[in-house]
């Protein structure tokens, strides 16, 4: 089955650093990216990347601190984060575009929780 499992999610201090994983089965993607949402907040855009190219973009808000990468032979989509801030706190999301040009991911994972403490 097509499937978006989400992992490395926990608890940490600020300015720590931790790695989110993101297996992907069933099919291939276009795109896949990282969302993240925390409490009482709008679901955000962190980074994202296409698949066959590498190319990447992400939010300003982490861009310097977050690195997304892939791994063809794993299938798994990494993001890298370094000097984590309390405000980086959320349920972050793994979702993925069947195909690069559509304009709605059609692929959700189901979350992994981020907490950095002050």
């Known amino acids: 089955q097509v499937q978006l499992v989400e992992s490395g999610g926990g608890l940490v201090q600020a300015g720590d650093s931790l790695r989110l994983s993101c297996a992907a089965s069933g099919r291939t993607y276009g795109k896949v990216s990282w969302f993240r949402q925390a409490p009482g907040k709008e679901r955000e855009f962190v980074a994202g990347i296409w698949w066959s190219s590498g190319t990447t973009d992400y939010a300003e808000s982490v861009k310097g601190r977050f690195t997304i990468s892939r791994d063809n032979a794993k299938s798994t989509v990494y993001l890298q984060m370094n000097g984590v801030k309390p405000e980086d706190t959320a349920v972050y999301y793994c979702?993925?575009?069947?195909?690069?040009?559509?304009?709605?991911?059609?692929?959700w994972g189901q979350g992994t929780q981020v907490t950095v403490s002050s």
């Open positions: 979702a993925g575009k069947s195909f690069a040009t559509r304009a709605e991911y059609d692929y």
